[in-house]
């Protein structure tokens, strides 16, 4: 018979049968029973953040960054309600993730005690689920359901609750191999009979179009849409969710969509006459206003594990719900037998078309005049020449976001690592610590601004802690330059509370907790400074760039516009 | 338009707020909701009143599916279907509406539960728009209190909604 073990023992016994290797966390009073267990163990390793947030930021980015369930551990209360805008960042962009919080007893649950918060409440509509465990001998099923419904499905963040005398209690321990719900069982396959109309579309297409999100990089099927791309010669876009799931230098891309995509991307999924959307979601910073996307005569075909993400926004023709992986496979196999080929004469006019609109060039900008400021967009340029193309790369949220989706053309999966949907900022340092403990050899840079860095400062204490080598590159134009370029275009340059008037000297703040600072000033020292910092392979590099704050972020469609109402900066 | 969703769910805490916070979360409208365990005591089932376009119950159905802990969710408006909801309605009884009370419970074949010199409390059942037409029928000034539980459906026929 099996000895009986603590809750405390069996939480971490659970998340070794897991294979978790790291586990984000903050103790405090509900979790010390916990803590004392990972004290004991050595099946992984605990990373002391400085602020909840980062917690579950750095687990999300582990994630992202890694085809693994991000983990986290935070404590009651106040532990709690740091954590809640990493989680609801992760459960915007589908992000696996399990998170264990500590409760205060059971029995003291109601009574407004020390650190008490109504965590599944607080929690339930940012999480893909969440658990109150008020039994020992179901602690070790409700783990093993999280990490199951976490990872399977439209993945998400799912949390744990878990009162202090829970984990004091005894049971034996079972950890269970299988799992099954009579109230979740997410779609499968594709309807193959869906598919089936897909590719008849997509073969009798004059004008087909390829719009590829975040759900092809969460299901890794990046080489799947590659190769249906490559066999069709379709042009293909993918969203910021997106990036690298088709690689960014190839012919066919045609960049980003949406609100600062490319003209031609935006353009070519308005004009085609069959689109491809293969998990996306129709955002409204990607296809803008639904009554000006509308398009008479248009098909839209749309893959997508959610069904509620089918028909949300905008109505589609052949919808099919499933893995975007197992539906690419089973669409290109399909295809490859079919008789009919694609039209290589309507693909001819269709990208000579193309090429019209890409002649716009609309991603060029000006460079820095002779003695002028830097250019944020250089600086992502020369970021991608000294890493070869090849750094996993963070951002914060803003202009320099934009700017570092627009200029560094990725060409892998799992290597652009940003909120897209909950747009948070201060994910950037975080992000870049869970991004370089699941990838301890690559370099990982963080490119930010010195509004979004501020909201997650305190971490550069955790990467001086861990040994954490990641390249800051701030990009410091003493403005929020997104606020400010907003209220430049649609505020008369009234530019209420979106200037910093009292920046820290980030090169002596970045010395204070041990690291390496630089300023760079000069347009022609921005290469040599990103090459010197990543030559400190061993060491964190804060790189603070004074860039030029009258550049603003192009092109763009403004808010309630459609894809063709773009503006570029050669119309200012 | 109105519809009536039957929703069978897990007999779980919590289950019921995820689902009415999904509803106030995304602007939906509850115009009304019953819930009690089924035969099986760990599955409760659930009736919403609910009105929209068709775009939007759409999207409530499958958001409703998308909840960890919904098991099944059906628009009994799809097809045919009973609906029944309970009203216990307290009136002025005093005087001449005495008389008029009582005929009009007959008429509505209502049943008086509870009756004091001055009241009745009356039981009615019928679908929501007999519960409408019953209050509509009494002067405002002789309700003294309503309760209504909010339609309860269930398919005609074969029609079944089971795990």
């Known amino acids: 018979m099996p000895q009986t073990i603590t809750g405390a023992e069996i939480v971490v016994r659970c998340l070794a049968e897991e294979k978790v290797d790291f586990v984000f966390g903050y103790p405090g009073g509900a979790v010390l029973n916990i803590y004392d267990e990972i004290f004991k163990q050595d099946k992984f390793k605990h990373v002391l953040v400085r602020h909840e947030q980062a917690a579950v930021h750095a687990a999300d980015a582990y994630s992202r960054s890694s085809q693994r369930i991000g983990v986290c551990l935070v404590t009651s209360g106040p532990g709690v309600t740091n954590a809640v805008t990493g989680i609801a960042t992760a459960y915007m962009d589908s992000i696996p993730m399990v998170i264990i919080s500590g409760q205060v007893p059971t029995h003291a649950i109601g009574q407004d005690a020390f650190q008490e918060c109504d965590t599944v409440g607080i929690t339930r509509p940012c999480v893909k689920h969440n658990f109150l465990v008020k039994d020992v001998k179901e602690l070790a099923s409700t783990i093993k359901k999280a990490f199951y419904i976490a990872s399977t499905g439209r993945p998400g963040p799912v949390l744990v609750d878990i009162p202090k005398d829970v984990t004091a209690n005894t049971c034996k321990f079972e950890y269970p191999k299988e799992i099954s719900m009579r109230s979740y069982n997410p779609a499968g396959k594709g309807h193959s009979g869906q598919i089936k109309k897909a590719v008849q579309l997509l073969l009798d297409a004059k004008r087909p179009m390829i719009y590829s999100g975040g759900g092809v990089i969460l299901n890794d099927a990046s080489a799947e849409l590659t190769a249906l791309v490559r066999h069709l010669g379709a042009p293909v876009t993918n969203t910021l969710m997106g990036l690298g799931a088709y690689p960014a230098t190839d012919s066919l891309y045609l960049g980003m969509p949406g609100m600062h995509g490319t003209f031609e991307a935006n353009q070519a999924m308005q004009d085609c006459d069959v689109l491809l959307a293969v998990g996306a979601r129709f955002d409204d910073r990607v296809i803008g206003n639904p009554g000006h996307f509308f398009r008479d005569g248009r098909k839209i075909i749309h893959i997508d594990i959610d069904p509620s993400s089918i028909s949300k926004r905008v109505k589609v023709d052949v919808p099919i719900v499933g893995y975007v992986k197992d539906v690419l496979v089973e669409m290109l196999a399909q295809i490859q037998a079919h008789e009919k080929k694609p039209d290589a004469a309507a693909l001819k006019n269709w990208w000579a078309k193309i090429k019209d609109w890409q002649g716009k060039n609309c991603m060029a900008f000006k460079p820095a005049a002779a003695g002028g400021k830097i250019k944020p967009q250089a600086v992502v340029q020369a970021l991608w020449k000294a890493t070869g193309g090849d750094a996993f790369v963070t951002s914060d949220v803003g202009q320099h976001q934009m700017w570092a989706a627009q200029y560094y053309p990725f060409t892998k999966p799992r290597r652009w690592l940003n909120s897209g949907g909950l747009g948070t900022m201060g994910v950037g340092i975080p992000y870049a610590m869970g991004a370089q403990l699941a990838n301890p050899d690559a370099t990982v840079a963080c490119i930010t601004g010195e509004g979004s860095v501020q909201m997650c400062i305190q971490e550069l204490s955790t990467c001086k802690q861990y040994h954490i080598p990641m390249k800051i590159l701030n990009l410091n134009n003493r403005s929020l330059g997104m606020v400010r370029q907003w209220q430049e275009f649609f505020y008369g340059n009234r530019y209420a509370e979106s200037y910093m008037n009292a920046l820290p000297d980030f090169v002596k703040l970045a010395e204070a907790y041990g690291h390496v600072g630089m300023k760079i000033e000069k347009p022609g020292d921005v290469e040599g400074a990103i090459r010197e910092a990543i030559a400190l392979k061993d060491r964190l590099v804060f790189m603070d760039f004074i860039t030029d704050e009258t550049e603003n972020v192009f092109p763009m469609i403004p808010g309630g516009k459609g894809l063709t109402e773009m503006i570029l900066a050669e119309d200012l | ?163």
């Open chain 2, 1 to 163: 338009m109105r519809h009536i969703l039957s929703v069978l769910l897990e007999n779980e805490a919590g289950a019921l707020s995820r689902v009415v916070g999904l509803f106030s979360a995304r602007g939906y409208n509850i115009d009304s909701l019953s819930v009690a365990t089924t035969e099986d005591i760990t599955m409760s089932r659930m009736t919403i009143v609910t009105h929209g376009s068709d775009d939007v119950i759409e999207q409530i159905t499958k958001q409703l599916n998308k909840l960890i802990e919904v098991i099944k969710v059906v628009d009994l408006t799809d097809g045919n279907h009973i609906e029944r909801e309970l009203m216990l309605v307290k009136v002025r009884a005093a005087g001449k509406d005495r008389d008029e009370m009582k005929r009009l419970a007959d008429i509505f074949r209502g049943r008086i539960l509870d009756v004091t010199d001055k009241s009745y409390t009356v039981e009615l059942t019928g679908n929501s728009d007999k519960l409408d037409a019953f209050i509509a029928s009494i002067e405002p000034g002789v309700i003294l209190e309503t309760v209504r539980t909010g339609a309860s459906g269930i398919g005609r026929g074969e029609r079944i909604l089971k795990v």
